[in-house]
């Protein structure tokens, strides 16, 4: 389960194997042969890349080594839903007292009882003592109020993504904080100078976009405003440190790195059922590919009614004529939100296991029949590529536009933030070791078929060109 597709670990079982079977000599042969298959294989190469990724990431160009990082002694949390509280456990856990507050008595006990749960679980499993659980649970403070909050270093606000309240409680906390506090939203897509501009001091404002569950997801990704200072980007880079997060520095643009390129991901993931894949199907193709869940699957764990509210937000930006997909907002209109709601893309039994639903099988094929395409059979080669090069197109625009320092950065971005598969190295890695003339040519080719979504992005064109690959983009950084 936990190393599903590595080939290490079932070579490490054949040298045992030949241990037991083998003369010694012979079984010493058979190991080495065993490594050397390991050591020069695609995916020793794709391990070592993540592994100096991770540390490459904390390397900022604009960020001397000499610029100190802000003492953060007391945090504070807005909103105690499934994003609030992991964030505060978080701060509990790096051994930080934090205030988590609510605009309601029911939100604030549901959501500290959902944290003693999380807790009670890991006692359980042995993970740490009930000692250790009481010291992390007295370190957070509940409470309705901004009491306290004009002692906080940094403030996190992780309510829903809706930009008019986010701008009013940026507003509030404008007036409480003290001078010096760090502003933080965990937004997943909005605007972060817009935020800021609810403020007096858009220098202290950034983006700390934890992935859900936020006590579990080892991903934070940074997100820098026009005006952020270089004291809060490297405040908050040493914090990911201090919290146990790989922290990544993006820039401001809708969805930033993570969600921008997701995204075009899901986009392809629904218009293949909509052209004659089952869920199942798009699903299954991915999980084989080594994804930790299929993105159909993703949407009803995350809730559905998430990306329908963005999409909502975002409705004005559509262009009229261009192809939308149209599944996932009527699954919505029918209360069906995913697991929360015991029906998504699947339905769901008591141990929320998922179950194919005829009724969603309908109502893809009448979406279809609305949109005069003609269904067909789609082959797990095509999921695996429509899926895959819409992320990579995206990646190489976002890199040519500078919102991503380097490719590596959005490669540990979706190993961190995405479940993508280590031993694949990540989404840009993987296009490297596919060659990115092929997966420029079949861009070209999707571009022709399905339309301008599809325009390879200039950058993708002229490395495959020029026969290079991202990694070479990365060495002249």
């Given at each position: 389960k936990t190393a599903r597709g590595m080939m290490a670990p079932q070579a490490a079982i054949d040298a045992v194997e030949a241990a037991t079977k083998l003369p010694f000599i012979d079984a010493v042969k058979k190991e080495a042969e065993l490594f050397q298959q390991c050591l020069f294989s695609d995916q020793s190469k794709a391990l070592i890349h993540v592994f100096f990724g991770e540390r490459e990431v904390a390397r900022i160009p604009d960020i001397p080594k000499d610029v100190k990082p802000f003492e953060i002694r007391k945090a504070a949390v807005i909103g105690a839903g499934t994003m609030g509280g992991g964030i505060a456990m978080n701060y509990a856990n790096a051994g930080i007292p934090v205030i988590i507050k609510?605009?309601?008595?029911?939100?604030?006990?549901?959501?500290?009882?959902?944290?003693?749960?999380n807790y009670e679980n890991s006692v359980r499993k042995g993970r740490f003592s009930q000692e250790t659980m009481?010291?992390?649970?007295?370190?957070i403070t509940p409470q309705l109020t901004y009491d306290g909050f004009e002692d906080a270093d940094i403030v996190v606000e992780a309510v829903f993504e809706g930009m008019e309240l986010?701008?009013?409680?940026?507003?509030?906390?404008?007036?409480?904080?003290?001078?010096?506090?760090?502003?933080?939203?965990?937004?997943?897509?909005?605007d972060i100078d817009q935020i800021a501009s609810a403020t007096t001091r858009p220098e202290f404002v950034i983006g700390h976009h934890f992935f859900s569950p936020a006590n579990v997801m080892r991903l934070l990704e940074i997100v820098r405003g026009k005006a952020t200072n270089k004291e809060v980007i490297a405040t908050s880079m040493a914090l990911a440190k201090k919290l146990k997060k790989v922290g990544v520095l993006v820039g401001n643009c809708n969805g930033f790195v993570g969600n921008r390129m997701l995204h075009q991901y899901g986009r392809e993931a629904q218009f293949l059922v909509e052209e004659g894949a089952i869920p199942q199907d798009v699903d299954g193709a991915l999980y084989n590919f080594g994804m930790a869940m299929g993105p159909?699957?993703?949407g009803d764990l995350a809730g559905l009614d998430v990306g329908w509210r963005i999409r909502k937000e975002y409705a004005h930006l559509r262009v009229a004529g261009d192809r939308y997909p149209l599944v996932a907002d009527k699954l919505c209109e029918m209360g069906r939100y995913g697991q929360k709601t015991g029906a998504g893309w699947y339905k769901y039994d008591e141990n929320r296991k998922a179950i194919p639903d005829p009724e969603v099988d309908k109502l893809i094929e009448e979406v279809a029949a609305e949109q005069g395409i003609?269904?067909?059979?789609?082959?797990?080669?095509?999921?695996?590529?429509?899926?895959?090069?819409?992320?990579?197109n995206e990646g190489a625009k976002i890199l040519e536009e500078g919102i991503a320092l380097r490719a590596v950065?959005?490669?540990?971005?979706?190993?961190?933030?995405?479940?993508?598969?280590?031993?694949?190295?990540?989404?840009?890695?993987y296009a490297d070791a596919v060659g990115l003339k092929k997966v420029y040519d079949r861009i070209c080719r999707f571009h022709e078929e399905h339309g301008k979504i599809w325009a390879p992005a200039p950058l993708l064109k002229k490395l495959a060109e020029e026969g290079r690959t991202f990694a070479d983009f990365d060495k002249q950084k």
């Open positions: 609510e605009t309601a008595q029911d939100f604030l006990d549901r959501g500290m009882a959902i944290i003693r749960k009481d010291k992390r649970m007295a370190l986010k701008k009013q409680i940026f507003g509030e906390l404008d007036k409480i904080c003290k001078q010096g506090a760090i502003l933080a939203s965990n937004t997943s897509t909005l159909l699957a993703v003609k269904r067909r059979t789609i082959t797990e080669d095509e999921i695996i590529e429509r899926t895959q090069y819409a992320l990579i950065d959005i490669d540990i971005i979706y190993l961190n933030g995405y479940g993508y598969p280590a031993r694949r190295g990540g989404p840009m890695w």
